[in-house]
């Protein structure tokens, strides 16, 4: 199949390629969002398509992935929000205010609160902070990706308590 067939091919698949985008979003915008991405996919990918196959079930498996892909990256978005609001304040309390003489004793005070939280805690916590994944996390400690979580998750809730004096 040469390129101008191929894109005719693809383009004829607009209806369907709409109809399975709006079942996956469930949102028009969305939908429409997820064909042009779909079509930029597939249009770089050509050379990866192999003609014997069925060129549908391609397109429409690559417009599967797609979202599944985007709805993982925004519920990792949505989590990481989540679960450190609270720091997360302080970090950008810290960030939006260095001309605060009183900037380098929040700086130090918040080192100094994360360093003497309990190593097993703290260096997962650590770790994370510097964007490692859960599960990078685990291989690197040798431990399950449940302990991973379970430490993050008690070594925030203990800089939160200590820290709550600096929200203000």
């Keep these: 199949m040469n390129n101008q067939s191929f894109k005719e091919a693809i383009l004829s698949m607009q209806g369907k390629l709409n109809h399975f985008a709006i079942t996956l979003t469930c949102n028009s915008e969305d939908a429409e969002d997820l064909v042009q991405d779909t079509y930029l996919k597939v249009l770089t990918s050509e050379d990866k398509y192999e003609e014997d196959t ?9 417009m599967r992935n797609t ?9 990792r978005i949505n989590e990481v929000m989540n679960n450190h609001a609270d720091i997360s304040t302080i970090k950008q309390f810290v960030l939006q205010s260095p001309e605060r003489a ?15 939280i309990e190593e097993q805690q ?3 916590f650590e770790m994370f902070l510097d964007g490692y994944q ?14 991973v979580k379970s430490r993050i998750f008690f070594a925030r809730k203990k800089l939160q308590n200590i820290l709550s004096d600096y929200i203000h």
């Design 54 to 62: 069925n060129l549908k079930a391609w397109v429409l498996t690559i």
């Design 67 to 75: 979202f599944i892909n985007d709805y993982r990256k925004r519920k």
């Design 102 to 116: 009183d900037m380098n004793y929040y700086v130090k005070e918040i080192n100094k609160q994360i360093n003497r």
């Design 122 to 124: 703290r260096i997962p």
């Design 134 to 147: 859960y599960k990078e996390i685990a291989e690197k400690m040798n431990i399950s990706m449940g302990t």
